[in-house]
């Protein structure tokens, strides 16, 4: 057992900044306490052209989503990343992964798409290591769970590559670990049956920057993860 004492951030790390355009008008979720929330779908395009397709909720305290949302609008959004569980007809428990947007903005068509993630929180799961058999590419699955203020917790399913996934294997559950990366979806085919594949889509954390916060020879452990360049750390993965 590893009984050496481990050193933690006390603040919560939680933000989101991402552009694209809109692919749905927004339509009501939800009330709760006298404010109503709506969800819609946001594409926001790499620089390699491929899109990721994003839920976002956002509630009417602060605008109008139906009429200030609009099909094709391109919008910038800041805000946290959230999930919840919820029981499939499988009977299994699937993490619904999204951004809830706390700032809207409209933004000019012809500026690229941002998509940036900066998350500080704990491994809840054995870190999933694989080497792909195509590309023959490092691939490391993680499961983070971020706390809030409040005392809730989101889980978020993180994705890394390369040096990046040989250093991840080695994280123990508990460890605390700050991230830089994208919110990303991918499409995928479930087979149902012998005749029958059905189209799905998941969502990940594809990480460009991480850190352990755990370990001491970590150079970075000081640097407001703010101030960290995502850009300095894709070479890891093409995108």
């Known amino acids: 057992m590893d009984t050496k004492e481990r050193t933690f951030i006390n603040t919560c790390i939680n933000q ?38 994003i839920p976002i909720i956002v509630d009417d305290r602060e605008l109008d989503p139906e009429k200030d949302i609009v099909n094709c ?31 809207v903005y409209k933004q000019d068509p012809s500026l ?23 590309s023959n590419l490092k691939v490391c699955d993680l499961t983070l769970a971020i706390n809030r203020d409040n005392g809730k917790s989101d889980y978020a399913a993180c994705i890394t590559w ?12 508990g460890d605390q670990v700050r ?23 998941a969502y990940e954390i594809s990480i460009g920057y991480m850190d352990n916060v755990n370990d001491e020879r970590n150079k970075n452990r000081n ?12 070479k890891n993965k093409t995108e």
């Open 112 to 134: 690229p798409h941002t998509n940036e993630i900066r998350l500080c929180g704990f491994i809840t799961k054995k870190p999933v290591f694989r080497i792909t058999p195509v």
């Open 179 to 201: 991230l830089v990366g994208r919110f990303q979806s991918r499409e995928y085919y479930k087979q149902l049956d012998v005749n029958t594949a059905e189209s799905r889509t």
């Open 73 to 103: 609008d391109t919008i910038r959004i800041t805000g946290q990343f959230r999930s919840f569980n919820q029981h499939g007809e499988d009977g299994k428990s699937h993490l619904h992964m999204y951004v809830y947007a706390k700032n």
């Open 16 to 53: 989101v900044e991402i552009s694209g355009t809109v692919l749905t008008d927004p339509i009501k979720d939800n009330e709760y306490e006298g404010v109503s929330y709506y969800r819609f779908l946001l594409i926001s395009k790499r620089n390699s052209g491929v899109e990721d397709v």
């Open 162 to 173: 390369g040096t990046t996934a040989s250093i991840s294997k080695k994280l123990k559950v």
């Open 223 to 234: 640097v407001a993860l703010e101030d960290i360049d995502i850009k300095a750390f894709r």
